[in-house]
């Protein structure tokens, strides 16, 4: 089966976030604060995502404010942080959205997402993947995490799906009349 037959029937995006949604650094400043870098890009294409149907989750085994914010700035209601086991964690977002395996995609990029990734209907990794899970998924992105990687696929799901020019007229219709 190829990318586009995997593509086609998705409904949702679930992600990883350190080293998907950021660079994977985590800093701490002098009073123990945790900040995080996201990608507005990826942000915006995650919004895009959204709004063409298809649902939206966090999957990470860390915990930090800083995710929730993020996911509440971005409008993802399923975020499933501290999650040692993924496998689980997929399950009961998977049973929470309705959908079969085929129809959920999942980016992640450490040997954490492995077991996620080899269940999922497409499975997706970032340039800068460790190479057990380049080894083994769908599709690797050109750009690494926290830097772009992600708005690739959302383009990549759009365009395959059929929503990426319709999403694109948007933005172009205010040209109109130039």
């Known amino acids: 089966m190829d990318c586009k037959e995997k593509i086609l029937p998705l409904k949702a995006l679930i992600m990883d976030v350190d080293g998907v949604l950021t660079d994977g650094r985590i800093i701490f400043d002098a009073n123990g604060i945790e900040s995080k870098q996201f990608d507005v890009r990826d942000g915006h294409a995650l919004k895009m995502l959204s709004r063409s149907g298809v649902s939206l989750a966090l999957l990470t085994g860390r915990y930090s404010p800083v995710v929730t914010k993020r996911a509440q700035e971005l409008g993802i ?102």
């Open 77 to 178: 209601e399923i975020v499933f942080q501290r999650s040692y086991d993924k496998l689980k964690a997929y399950a009961q977002i998977r049973a929470r959205l309705g959908l079969q395996d085929h129809e959920v995609a999942y980016i992640g990029d450490d040997l954490v997402d492995i077991p996620v990734l080899l269940k999922v209907g497409f499975a997706a990794t970032v340039a800068d993947a460790v190479p057990e899970v380049a080894a083994l998924v769908d599709w690797q992105s050109s750009r690494p995490g926290g830097r772009g990687a992600v708005r690739e696929l959302c383009a990549l799901i759009m365009q395959t799906q059929g929503t990426w020019e319709p999403a694109l007229a948007r933005y172009m219709k205010r040209l109109d009349g130039c």
